[in-house]
């Protein structure tokens, strides 16, 4: 077997009307992401497991979807591969609730193709959402991808060049100024370092309510944070992330016509939905919806809780 070849393969049986594409794109960072991208309708995953480091390939096949996985880790990568594709996505009581508001109606109706993924991954998941913290999307990415770089270390499998996400012991033994160049300051730099020296611990969480307890008792990771970790690792579809910037006016112009909203308007419009806010918040980024870009001025939020 060469290196170009899987280890092994396993064949998944989506929904009719899955869309691979758009229930995988939560674990990109971007098109260009390192760690995983979508090519020629093929989705590439790059991971570490306990088996040594991974590549997962989804691409579908007569209605069928095909999941390949190289290097070591492999079996332990197709074993979670139906969830890493959305397929373990439970909407049990969805229909019910999305009836309660005509738009989310819908949306539930033409996107029921889109399924929430769950990587089963706590750690890989919060490098990405700590670069988040109090910066736009770009500079996330500029710093994430360049920390990947940094510390490069090849995925197996044939698509090149795809990146391992780095290891948790190697982010937690570097010191500040190895984040700086990246434009990390000194919170985030130490946020990432206290977070990776804790990795196993967070990787023992038993489920996403448990791994927010755990999360939200580290320095610098509040409640934002470890709902955009528990909506990814753990396929939570309740997960809402409080202290977002555009969220809540997203959610209060969607759901009452409203251009501005805060943490608690949305929550309260949410609350009809609960046990899928999260997954109603997906429906309206899937669709697009945003709020107005010019209404009344926005009150200045701390973000303190990250």
């Not at 190289?70 to 009581?93: K, N, S």
């Not at 804790?198 to 008792?217: K, N, Q």
Request: hydrophobic share 45%; glycine share 8%.
């Amino acid at each position: 077997m060469t290196e170009t070849e899987p280890a092994a393969t396993r064949v998944l049986h989506p929904p009719v009307g899955y869309r691979l594409t758009a229930s995988v794109r939560a674990l990109t960072f971007s098109p260009y992401d390192p760690c995983a991208r979508v090519a020629a309708g093929t989705f590439w995953w790059a991971t570490r497991t306990p088996d040594g480091p991974a590549t997962l390939a989804l691409r579908p096949a007569g209605g069928e979807l095909l999941a390949e996985g190289y290097g070591p880790g492999a079996e332990h990568v197709l074993a979670r591969a139906d969830a890493i594709a959305g397929l373990r996505d439970d909407l049990t009581g969805f229909t019910e609730l999305a009836a309660a508001h005509p738009l989310v109606a819908r949306l539930a109706r033409e996107h029921r193709g889109l399924r929430m993924p769950a990587t089963g991954e706590v750690f890989p998941r919060l490098l990405r959402a700590v670069f988040e913290q109090k910066v736009t999307g770009k500079e996330a990415y500029r710093a994430y991808s360049a920390m990947v770089r940094h510390f490069r270390e090849p995925a197996p499998g044939p698509l090149q060049p795809l990146l391992l996400p780095p290891e948790a012991a190697t982010v937690a033994a570097a010191p500040y100024w190895v984040f700086h160049p990246f434009g990390v300051e000194q919170r985030r730099a130490d946020t990432l370092r206290r977070a990776a020296a804790l990795a196993d611990r967070l990787e023992r969480s038993t489920d996403a309510a448990d791994a927010t307890r755990r999360l939200t008792a580290i320095p610098g990771i509040g409640p934002w944070t470890a709902a955009e970790v528990v909506r990814i690792a753990y396929g939570d579809p309740d997960a809402v992330s409080v202290g977002d910037f555009h969220i809540p006016n997203t959610v209060a112009w969607a759901l009452a016509g409203e251009p501005r909203g805060d943490d608690a308007r949305m929550l309260a419009l949410l609350e009809p939905f609960r046990g899928h806010r999260g997954r109603v918040c997906l429906l309206l980024e899937a669709a697009g919806i945003r709020a107005p870009k010019y209404g009344p001025r926005a009150p200045i939020r701390s973000f303190a809780g990250y």
